[in-house]
């Protein structure tokens, strides 16, 4: 059985940096493509940004050069790195792998 865990959100201000972990458990992820996305409040979900298995990243175009998606394969965990953080991007951030979701892990930029 899969499992995603988020950790990492917190409360952080305009300009800060946050880095989102998501461990994933349950099988070898080696060979599949992991991402991210957000829910804003009364948004939709929407893709930031993926980590394919054959080593290409593709971001949301509003993150490039901020955002930063990397993964450890040997402890199966997928990272996001945020930087130059705005207040926009306040959003619940799930990791995704194999058609499955973590719990999400809130992220709040205040001004």
């Known amino acids: 059985q899969v499992q995603l865990v988020e950790s990492g959100g917190g409360l952080v201000q305009a300009g800060g940096s946050l880095r989102l972990s998501c461990a994933a458990s349950?099988?070898?992820?080696?060979?599949?493509?992991m991402g991210w996305y957000r829910q804003a409040p009364g948004k939709e979900r929407e893709f930031v940004a993926i980590?394919?298995?054959?080593?290409?990243?593709y971001y949301l175009e509003s993150v490039k050069g901020r955002f930063a998606i990397s993964r450890d394969h040997a402890k199966n965990t997928l990272y996001l790195q945020m930087n130059g953080m705005k207040t926009e991007i306040t959003a619940i951030y799930y990791c995704?792998?194999?058609?499955?979701w973590g719990q999400g892990t809130r992220v709040t930029v205040s001004s």
């Open positions: 995704d792998a194999l058609e499955c």
């Open positions: 349950g099988r070898t992820f080696s060979s599949a493509n």
């Open positions: 980590s394919g298995y054959l080593g290409s990243n």
